[in-house]
């Protein structure tokens, strides 16, 4: 068996097959196959990895040069995605290879971080990974917010399709990654195919003249629904435009569907709405995304509180070690091992859970990820305070 990285034009034939019957309803008539070569743009500099058996691709994954914020600070992160095995290669380990050389190559290339939608969370757990909360949907009635219909208020509206709104969303979107903390975004080259499809409309809401709100939506027919991927807004007066943007649908549409980040709370968006706000998690296609930390130095300079201890990190091809976390000044420290400070045992999994805000230290040797003394939980839940990541990217 060898390992080895695909070129673009490979994927074709070494990795658009197996995802194909891994993720897509099938056999599909062979004419469609052709069709997967207007994909190959959106994943031109994508790190495709595959497993040969005389010449022959037996699995195959992949990961999207991305970048995401971790309390505070923009990472390149590596978005691993179409992770498939041929059928009659599975359970040989052909993953548990390709996965961990993956990481590997993306850690070297400078990338701190990684993240994925998991088709069931345990396995990624085994390679590091720990759950982030899922999206959450909410759905409202447009004629819930009638009070908003005539309202005036100071901004303005800009509607159009995503074709030609793209460049502003995509901005505003980069704007949200360097201020929100798990908030993720796409290379250039993958981020392009919301404006080649063409298959969204985009509102964006301006004050002042910038942009401080925005939603890519779809209508699914007269009468029926107003679905937005994300509602991204940054102030309550850009949210109250949007939501006056959907109050006028109130003869159009039943009901609005929105996907909003997991600490968002609908019900207090306006007196007398009604809203339902959801969110289910199911193997294998709608589970909730998972991250973890592929190098720990790089994390210096998190926005983090006044805690200090030490981290014996084990278990782990890319970040076992023990490192001394030092919040004091405000942003992370990161040095070697010190006597005398408080310290706890994690396996990665534990330790993302910490970096990304998810887990309390107490949560940690419940989950089976390491061993947290009482003196060491308290310091670590100074230092890495509960927070709530937003992944926004869908990969
Ligand atoms: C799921 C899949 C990717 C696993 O690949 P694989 O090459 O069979 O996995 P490996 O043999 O490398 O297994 C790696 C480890 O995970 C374990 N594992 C394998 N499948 C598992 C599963 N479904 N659930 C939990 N653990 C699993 C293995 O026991 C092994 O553990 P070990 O290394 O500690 O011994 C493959 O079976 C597949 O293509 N399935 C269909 C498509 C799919 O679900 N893709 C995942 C998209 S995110």
Redesign the pocket.
């Known amino acids: 068996m060898e390992i080895r990285r695909i070129s673009s034009e490979e994927r074709l034939t070494h990795a658009f097959p197996?995802q194909a019957y891994?993720?897509e309803a099938s056999p599909a008539p062979l004419e469609e196959a052709e069709k997967l070569r207007e994909y190959l743009p959106f994943q031109e500099d994508n790190l495709t990895l595959v497993a040969e058996e005389g010449g022959t691709s037996l699995?195959a994954v992949s990961a999207v040069p991305m970048r995401q914020n971790v309390r505070g600070v923009l990472h390149p992160m590596a978005g691993v995605a179409g992770?498939?095995?041929h059928p009659l290669?599975?359970?040989?380990?052909?993953?548990?290879?390709l996965?961990t050389r993956l990481l590997g190559d993306m850690r070297d290339d400078g990338h701190p971080v990684s993240a994925?939608?998991?088709?069931?969370a345990?396995?990624y757990e085994?390679f590091g990974y720990v759950g982030l909360p899922k999206r959450r949907h909410v759905t409202f009635a447009p004629a819930d917010l009638g009070h908003l219909v005539r309202a005036d208020l100071p901004g303005e509206l800009i509607w159009e399709r995503s074709g030609s709104g793209y460049d502003a969303y995509r901005a505003f979107t980069l704007r949200l990654a360097a201020e929100r903390h798990g908030f993720a975004v796409f290379p250039d080259y993958r981020a392009e195919r919301l404006r080649a499809d063409d298959a969204r409309w985009i509102v964006t809401a301006r004050v002042g003249g910038e942009v401080a709100a925005a939603a890519a939506y779809r209508l699914s027919g007269y009468g029926a629904e107003l679905v937005v991927d994300d509602l991204l807004t940054t102030t309550p007066l850009s949210r109250a435009l949007l939501l006056q943007f959907f109050a006028r649908h109130v003869d159009q549409v039943e009901r609005v569907v929105a996907g909003i980040a997991a600490d968002e709370l609908p019900e207090l968006w306006a007196t007398d709405l009604g809203t339902v706000t959801e969110s289910r998690t199911r193997v294998?296609n709608a589970n909730a995304p998972m991250a973890r930390v592929l190098a720990v130095p790089a994390l210096a300079g998190a926005r983090v509180g006044p805690g200090r201890a030490v981290v014996e990190v084990v278990d782990d091809p890319f970040i076992a070690g023990t490192y001394l976390l030092d919040g004091r000044g405000g942003q992370l420290e990161v040095g070697g091992d010190e006597p005398g400070v408080p310290r706890a045992t994690l396996n990665a999994a534990g330790f993302s859970a910490l970096v990304y805000g998810v887990l309390d230290p107490d949560d940690l040797p419940l989950r089976g990820f390491g061993a947290v003394p009482a003196d060491a939980g308290a310091q670590l839940r100074t230092l890495f305070p509960r927070a709530v990541p937003y992944l926004f990217a869908d990969f």
Do not use: I, K, Q
């Open positions: 197996l891994a993720f699995a992770v498939a095995v290669a599975r359970r040989r380990g052909h993953v548990r290879t996965l994925l939608y998991p088709f069931r345990s396995f085994r294998p």
